[in-house]
């Protein structure tokens, strides 16, 4: 048999609940979507817990499972995402952290968590402070979009589990603690890192410039969320496929990074509301004549979810199903074409919930079971059952005929 | 409550995919089948990965797992499997491997790679050369159908992690390695047991008088599938109840006999498209007087599925109908019977695929679904949901009132 290719969509956060004023339906129930139904008419279906039942899923540990990974094995915080989002190559061994640019007073107490949400010259900032030894460490730090930035501590004998510096909220800044005494040295180099950038951040003539415009200087970074991660295994290297990705978002890109994906920028492709879904229709079109397996994000919908807007929803969900009637026009049917979210976020709820995904699976000549549409109901009574997350990419994998055998 | 007897009825790769030529159904859909359809409507519904999702299930490491095993910890390769098979006992520590008699020339070339499929004289070759002494191991060896036999090395100091001598096609005979350390002393005593037997078969009589006819001499044996099997806990230790089987294949018969089932010969099951299913439901019925577990295997199917062709699959079905139908009309009413397939073995691949298997269980007073037909769609929607084949077996103890309470 030839294997298939694949095209994974993953439609971050559609997945809601009922909501009263909306006649008891969901965006999804509501939406005028005929190609995301087609892929439920002509596929199997089923309801997905992306980690695990009773779980909320957070977009990274989400994406981990659905790629095929045990989040409780590989993801020990967001540092090595984020490394991998900004483009450091993180090795073994070494410890990642989400850095904020802020801005402190004289007395250490933390007066703006994003420095005026800076847009400009955080470039020039991260490159005075990048490259600091410490102990026989080194710092490398590198910004990334507004007032965010990513530090890799790089040496012997470093430990993730140390506390965040970050105070997550105005007030003082906190010195890192190890929490194992195997983190006495990480967190000893943090507290240095973090006390001689302030110093050089105070001087530095971009918060200069700030000062003369009235802007609060971006003269502290405050690390937290650290991780390391080992050996991962890539999805090229497990399934042996080549592997892409298309997907507006700088943590979803740093994932699919870290996992082996070829990740092509995408012009147009913002992760926001405003997105080009027409440039992630082609991007994704592009890749499935170069690649075997192509993943598409889409993450408007998680952001009128967030915001609580139904209607919003509504109007993403068809504009998701605009760009997969794209798709679909264009691929063959021996494609296996999954459709999902990594998690739900009910606009009742305005955050991620624990409640499962809808699954459609369609393409390869695989069953048919009969269910119409592509909503939290429907697919719940179709022929895949409920499955967990990190069970996706096998399920996948035999629908290719990529599967292999165990015993003769 | 009584405890029940179960009857378990393992369709050997029935299970398909929708076929385009066959208005998009699978041979289980189109199959003429009251007798498997009566226990679809008379009992509870479901979908299962006998393995686990997106693994294909070999038909050994699949039986392991409906009877309750979890291959990954039992399984090592189909050497024990086959040793069962020919009625060798494995003891612990024995390291089993599946054998060919083939045919080498002058430089150990493989020629002929089953001996022109030599049908007679195989058990006086094997009389030759088993008993052998090397290194403090004893070497036995017993012949199975046509070509086939099975090499069991019994001594101090064996592992199974060594390489297959077989070279799987016409080509130079490999020398056996060891995969670790520790199999270095029984990749040494494989190697020289196929010397010594090369040169015994050489000049064997049978072999003479081959060439006399024109045939190929057998006067190599090809091991291959090393496999060892640790002190497994029979199903009648585990389960407590009296087990049986009925089966043709000499593969699925050697699983039987190590899970402890009693494995009568039933004349006129074949293992192939010609097998008596009328002998097969008479030994089955027959079984169930004496046992409290009764497994039925028909491997027919499976063949027809790797042969690709649908309508002697759905031939095959309508043989097992006319068969259960036989079985059902004599039994009574609270024997638990369960339904289902060991993988599915789609004619559009005609291999096995990791497709998850229909299931269906009546009977025992237990709960009634409302599913009205048996196959891989309509089960989908019963009310077991979709499980592993790990869980059969407790599942089945639960519905026969024959499982453990957990606390008090």
Request: proline residues 5%; aromatic residues 4%.
């Amino acid at each position: 048999m030839t294997p298939k290719k694949i095209l994974l969509v993953v439609c971050d956060g559609l997945s809601d609940r009922p909501v009263k004023q909306f006649d008891m339906k969901t965006p999804l129930q509501v939406a005028r979507k005929p190609a995301l139904d087609a892929i439920a008419r002509h596929g199997i279906n089923g309801t997905m817990d992306v980690i695990g039942p009773g779980v909320i899923p957070g977009s990274d540990t989400a994406h981990l499972a659905l790629f095929g990974y045990d989040p409780h094995k590989v993801y020990t915080g967001r540092g090595p995402i984020e490394a991998a989002g900004v483009g450091i190559e993180m090795a073994k061994g070494d410890v990642a952290f989400r850095c904020n640019f802020a801005t402190v007073d004289k007395s250490m107490n933390v007066t703006d968590r994003r420095a005026g949400r800076i847009k400009h010259g955080t470039s020039e900032l991260a490159q005075a402070v990048t490259g600091m030894k410490i102990e026989g460490v080194t710092a490398i730090f590198k910004e990334g979009s507004e007032h965010r930035g990513v530090l890799v501590l790089r040496g012997e004998g470093l430990d993730h589990r140390v506390s965040d510096v970050d105070p997550h909220r105005d007030g003082k800044v906190l010195a890192a603690e190890p929490i194992v005494p195997a983190a006495e040295k990480t967190a000893s180099v943090l507290n240095e890192f973090v006390k001689r950038a302030n110093k050089i951040l105070e001087s530095h003539p971009v918060n200069k410039k700030r000062a003369t415009e009235g802007l609060p200087p971006a003269n502290i970074i405050l690390p937290r969320g650290a991780g390391s991660i080992g050996e991962l295994e890539t999805m090229p290297q497990r399934f042996g496929m080549k592997c892409a990705a298309v997907a507006g978002v700088t943590l979803i890109k740093g994932i699919c990074r870290l996992v082996g994906m070829d990740v092509p920028e995408v012009p147009g492709a913002t992760g926001g509301l405003d997105t080009d879904f027409r440039a992630k229709a082609d991007m994704a079109l592009r890749l499935l004549n170069s690649h075997d397996f192509v993943f598409l994000n889409v993450k408007a919908a998680d952001v009128a979810g967030h915001d609580g807007d139904f209607r919003i929803k509504v109007s993403v969900a068809e504009s998701i199903d605009v760009m997969m009637g794209t798709i679909l026009k264009e691929i063959h049917e021996d494609v296996v074409v999954a459709l999902t979210c990594d998690h739900s976020t009910p606009v009742a709820v305005k955050e991620h919930s624990a409640d499962p995904v809808p699954l459609s699976v369609s393409g390869g000549g695989g069953r048919v079971d009969g269910v119409k549409e592509f909503d939290e109901i429907s697919c719940a009574s179709g022929a895949l059952g409920r499955i967990r997350g990190v069970d996706l990419m096998p399920i996948l994998m035999g629908m290719a005929d990529r599967a292999h055998k165990f015993g003769a």
